[in-house]
């Protein structure tokens, strides 16, 4: 059965969730009471789209879809890299299997009506949940050198240049398309210092433009990548306080979505759904 620890998965969502924290607040202020009142969009609709997977014990996009039109958000008017947030739990529930991924992408994008729905970073994305989950020790950046995606074999060449934020962000803005700029900044960040975990999220809200979406991509990363622990407890024990966090129950919902993830290896190890 593939490889997929609550720690990995636990340490995503809070990897995430602090990205979108100090994307809004500098790391200085994290004793001032400064709350969430809210989530970015992106993210409110990933939650969303945990608990209708661990409600369904498997991916039913038409309920899904459901859910996400009773939230006050909507994906049809997200960005593509906003989308890909929103999509984080459908792409790790099929991390390793892209064919069933791009089923469901497809019957999102028919149900929706969306035309405009490019596929290519979120696929791009999967292969790195893939790497990192896959991995047998440390992760390594080399790998993306075998893929067969010419923008993360793009995005290598940009990390090893070793260049400065500002000149990273002039050259993603001139290869990437204006959607998929944040998901090939948290790539690139994360490849940079994927086991530096303060380090890497603070840095990735540096970027002057899509700051937002970097930083929760790139906690996400990083949290997958180290897991829950690897996290600095300052951060966790802050962020559990704050009402909005709190209301999500990270810990009881990581371990809902893993058990519903393996029980379909326990229930037909054929199944991959």
């Not at 049809?76 to 459908?90: F, S, V, W, Y």
Request: with cysteine; glycine share 4%.
């Amino acid at each position: 059965m593939p490889y997929f620890h609550q720690s990995s998965f636990k340490g995503a969502l809070w990897g995430a969730v602090s990205g979108d924290y100090f994307s809004q607040n500098s790391h200085d202020c994290l004793f001032l009471n400064h709350d969430l009142n809210s989530f970015a969009p992106s993210l409110e609709l990933a939650f969303v789209a945990i608990q209708n997977i661990v409600k369904n014990q498997a991916i039913n996009i038409k309920d899904l879809l459901l859910d996400w039109d009773n939230n006050h958000y909507s994906f049809n008017i997200l960005t593509q890299e906003q989308r890909a947030i929103a999509l984080i739990p459908l792409i790790l529930y099929c991390y390793e299997n892209p064919h069933k991924l791009e089923k469901y992408l497809q019957q999102i994008a028919t149900e929706l009506k969306m035309n405009d729905f490019n596929n290519q970073s979120i696929f791009d994305l999967r292969l790195i949940f893939q790497i990192i989950l896959e991995k047998q020790s440390k992760f390594t950046s080399n790998k993306l050198l075998f893929s067969d995606s010419d923008k993360l074999k793009k995005i290598f060449y940009i990390y090893q240049e070793k260049l400065s934020i500002e000149d990273v962000q002039q050259q993603i803005n001139n290869c990437y398309g204006s959607g998929e700029i944040a998901i090939y900044q948290a790539i690139y960040n994360f490849i940079s210092l994927p086991d530096y975990v303060e380090l890497s999220l603070l840095r990735s809200t540096h970027f002057e433009h899509h700051k937002q979406s970097t930083a929760i991509l790139t906690g996400c990363l990083l949290g997958l990548n180290n897991g829950y622990h690897s996290l600095p407890l300052s951060w966790r024990k802050y962020l559990q306080l704050i009402p909005l966090v709190k209301d999500r129950n990270i810990e009881q919902i990581s371990k809902a979505f893993v058990d519903t993830w393996e029980g379909k290896y326990t229930k037909n190890p054929l199944l991959q759904t």
